[in-house]
């Protein structure tokens, strides 16, 4: 029940397409679901969030989708570009009892953009 | 603003050594502090996570044990290194309290360490 399952594990586009990452899961405890991107031998970096009140989230080129009823939620990068190129891991987040955040990371996704 | 720090960025030690990695954020404080393991091509495994000065709270048992000696710096150690140590450690840190109803506080990472055991 604490599995956030990402998929596909990698994914090719080419510069200016759309590029989506799917994640799923299933404890309903979760209330915060961050996107973090992350360059090779970087720490990840968040990307976007968005709660589970809100179906869609959008800041610039990146946008969120979420469907609380299936516990589904994707991100989305409109017109994709080679900087891109990342490994992008979504994230679902519940509160623990002594105040600090259980954060769960899906596997992954290695996104190439190519030129 | 608020900056999170790391070291060493690249660790090579020999199997049954001893580890001691550091952690330190600026710009706030009372923070929530986490430990993180990477493995390679692989997702992010909470390792140790703090509320507050000598508090921590373990997820894996293992070969590794944290302390918080200070508000707002966090080490990761170890007394004798395996091989399976191996791995990309990440330190993480969150508003420990939020005056706002509903703060989901974000998880911030830091640059990360390479740790490589032979």
């Known amino acids: 029940q604490q599995q956030v399952k990402q998929s596909p594990q990698s994914l090719i586009v080419q510069k200016g397409g759309i590029s989506i990452i799917n994640c799923a899961y299933e404890?309903?405890?979760?209330?915060?679901f961050p996107w973090y991107q992350q360059f090779p031998g970087k720490g990840p970096a968040l990307l976007i969030a968005i709660r589970p009140d809100v179906s869609e989230k959008k800041e610039g080129r990146f946008t969120i989708s979420f469907n609380k009823s299936a516990k589904q939620f994707s991100l989305h990068i409109m017109d994709s570009q080679p900087g891109d190129s990342a490994t992008y891991f979504c994230?679902?987040?519940?509160?623990?009892?002594?105040?600090?955040?259980?954060?769960?990371f899906g596997s992954g996704t290695q996104l190439t953009v190519l030129p | 603003s608020q900056t999170i720090h790391q070291w060493p960025a690249t660790l090579v030690q020999p199997v049954g050594s001893p580890l001691s990695l550091e952690c330190t954020v600026e710009?706030?404080?009372?923070?929530?502090l986490y430990w993180y393991r990477q493995a390679a091509g692989r997702g992010l495994q909470l390792l140790f996570y703090s509320v507050g000065i000598g508090q921590i709270s373990s997820e894996v048992p293992q070969n590794l044990s944290a302390s918080r000696p200070q508000d707002r710096q966090f080490i990761l150690s170890s007394k004798k290194l395996l091989l399976s140590d191996s791995g990309f450690y990440l330190c993480?840190?969150?508003?420990?309290?939020?005056?706002?109803?509903?703060?989901?506080?974000?998880?911030?990472f830091g640059p990360g360490t390479r740790l490589t055991v032979l």
């Open positions: 710009g706030t404080s009372n923070p929530n």
């Open positions: 993480a840190w969150s508003a420990g309290t939020s005056s706002l109803m509903r703060s989901y506080n974000e998880q911030f």
């Open positions: 994230a679902a987040s519940m509160p623990r009892p002594d105040n600090a955040r259980q954060l769960t």
């Open positions: 404890n309903t405890a979760f209330d915060y």
